[in-house]
């Protein structure tokens, strides 16, 4: 990430696969105060945490350079890729820090597919979702099962609690949703933070097919 002048979207976003978002673990593991997001400008590699809470000791936004970041020390956890903002940054959730979260859109079930995807990459990780358009067939990690209720849900469980439960198309506004447009540009809040969106990462029914082939062999 020290080179920034020939670095594209795609380019960060490989970085995050491959070490990036591990390293942004590592970062979570010592802050002060649980960090629920992170972006990474483009451009220069600048990289920026937000802390779950937004009062209060060990609060306080923290910015480095990509390249000052801890070496990986673990797993990436529950971090995500959520998508790219206005600003030319790419955003990256914790969802370790965020117990409940809302994804509203005409189609929710691609954007939690893009998601899917991400976490089933570390192991340890085990989701159950009571919507046929999420479960990955033949695997034990991604699961459809009954939960009582209307709601559509997903659960992302790693045995360190408590788990994530995101809800598509919630009834009810949330402390934390991310709102998505048919175009793919998104706004995402949690709590009193805002990010604007230009494109929120998605998987549409033609690729999850094909993916999911794969996942139910190795998920």
């Not at 979570?28 to 945490?49: D, F, K």
């Not at 995101?166 to 709590?191: M, R, S």
């Amino acid at each position: 990430m020290s080179d920034t002048a020939e670095v594209t979207v795609a380019d960060t976003v490989h970085w995050l696969h491959d070490e990036g978002l591990a390293r942004l673990a590592a970062v979570g593991g010592a802050a002060a105060s649980p960090l629920a997001a992170y972006t990474v400008e483009i451009a220069t590699g600048t990289v920026t945490a937000f802390p779950a809470a937004v009062t209060g000791p060990g609060t306080d936004v923290l910015t480095l350079p990509a390249d000052d970041l801890p070496n990986p020390a673990g797993t990436p956890g529950r971090l995500v890729v959520v998508g790219v903002t206005a600003t030319e940054s790419v955003l990256v959730l914790d969802l370790a820090a965020l117990p409940e979260l809302n994804i509203n859109a005409e189609h929710p079930e691609h954007t939690a597919r893009a998601w899917l995807v991400q976490l089933l990459l570390t192991p340890g990780i085990t989701i159950t979702t009571n919507s046929v358009e999420l479960e990955v067939p033949g695997s034990d990690r991604c699961r459809f099962t009954f939960i009582p209720g209307g709601d559509t849900l997903l659960t992302v469980d790693d045995r360190q609690p408590p788990a994530t439960t995101i809800t598509l198309n919630a009834a009810t506004e949330g402390t934390g949703q991310l709102d998505v447009a048919p175009d793919g540009a998104a706004e995402l809040y949690l709590g009193t933070r805002f990010w604007q969106l230009q494109n929120a990462l998605s998987l549409n029914d033609g690729t999850w097919t094909a993916l999911i082939a794969q996942l139910g062999n190795t998920a």
